[in-house]
């Protein structure tokens, strides 16, 4: 039995690829840095690994309570055409990212879509790349909606409104032209529904237990209590389903935490300082391109941080940020969330394929919408 557990355990760090090449890179910057290796944990945003192993945890404890089985089959029934099925799931994926920030819309629409698979033939993998692309679509357009809106909204000093009312034309056009696309994508073919579409009745008491921990940790990360809601959970799991604690994805806490490290040593090089210093004297086309291109290498939130302190807070650079989150899968956080929790190797080649477009057209949008906003 400890074997078995200790397999489960070890072997996706084993295969996890990225993981191996983020760690090759820190050990390759640390040859530059040497001094930094013993700073590593004040690196990382703690705050942020602990919300995230949190939602992992109660997602798998839904996902086995055998809920997403039960609503699923009952989405199969009322709604049986592919094009109309995934353009549900793709806008209320966009649809809660607005307000529910995108990460936690990905733990509730991506682990449904994944049993959506073992009832009909929907194409789950493509339908997974357009949810994560509609929750990089929806979170731009509110302050919550994403970590860098937040951080952005803080120090731009505008209401709740004059910030929806900023993002507003690039929200706009970027969900459009993914409503339109899903619509291209997926054909008004009939679902066909396999076999085992009957499954079994879910588990009521871990689901309900799943709710009230969902409820109570969200309260705890609010109040600055993230530890204690973690404890809560794990301690819910260790009485109700322990193979929760086994099952969660792991290593992606592992690849959070190497891309926290990575990305500090990376802004420590002394070339890439004396760039951040520049920044504040580029034109507004250069401040554009760079927060585009710096989300594409260190994704969107850090990319953010890294120009807060030498860029003002505008609409320039809520822009060039969030349209940023498209493009390359590190560009956004939830990109690798998503693709992630997909498991399937074959999606991130895929995801590049929808994505790229993306980034260009909101790009070139955000560019041409900007005179509509004050930068």
């Not at 990089?136 to 357009?141: F, H, M, V």
Request: aromatic share 12%.
């Amino acid at each position: 039995m400890r074997t078995s557990v200790a397999q489960t355990l070890i072997n996706p760090f084993l295969h996890d690829r990225f993981l191996h090449i983020l760690f090759l890179l820190g050990m390759a910057l640390s040859l530059f840095q040497p001094e930094k290796i013993v700073q590593f944990p004040q690196f990382v945003d703690w705050s942020t690994i602990v919300t995230l192993i949190g939602l992992l945890m109660l997602s798998k404890g839904v996902e086995i309570s055998g809920y997403f089985d039960f609503i699923g089959r009952k989405m199969i029934s009322a709604i049986n055409n592919e094009r109309y099925l995934a353009l549900f799931l793709v806008g209320a994926a966009a649809l809660l990212s607005t307000f529910m920030t995108n990460d936690v819309a990905l733990f509730i629409v991506i682990p449904l879509t994944i049993t959506l698979k073992k009832l009909s033939t929907l194409p789950v993998t493509r339908l997974i790349i357009f949810e994560a692309l509609a929750v990089n679509a929806g979170s731009l357009l509110t302050p919550i909606g994403n970590p860098q809106n937040i951080l952005l909204w803080n120090q731009s000093g505008l209401s709740f409104i004059a910030f929806i009312m900023q993002m507003a034309p690039l929200a706009l056009v970027s969900l459009l032209a993914l409503l339109i696309t899903t619509w291209f994508s997926f054909p008004p073919t009939t679902l066909q529904r396999l076999e085992n579409n009957e499954g079994n009745p879910y588990r009521k008491k871990l689901l309900f237990s799943c709710l009230m921990m969902y409820v109570i940790f969200i309260g705890c990360v609010d109040s600055g209590l993230a530890v204690y809601g973690l404890l809560a959970v794990m301690l819910c799991f260790l009485l109700l389903a322990r193979q929760v604690l086994i099952r969660i994805d792991w290593p992606l806490i592992a690849v959070f935490i190497a891309m926290f490290i990575d990305v500090r040593l990376i802004v420590g090089l002394g070339f890439v300082q004396g760039a951040v210093e520049q920044m504040g004297l580029l034109p507004p086309m250069g401040v554009y391109a760079l927060g585009i291109g710096l989300s594409q290498v260190i994704s969107n939130v850090p990319a953010t941080i890294l120009m807060i302190n030498t860029v003002p807070a505008n609409a320039l650079l809520a822009y060039a940020v969030n349209a940023g989150g498209f493009g390359l899968a590190i560009g956004s956080l939830a990109n690798l969330i998503a693709l992630r929790m997909a498991n399937d190797r074959e999606i991130w080649l895929k995801f590049h394929y929808y994505s790229f477009p993306f980034l260009i057209g909101s790009a070139l949008a955000g560019w041409f919408l900007l005179p509509l906003v004050a930068m």
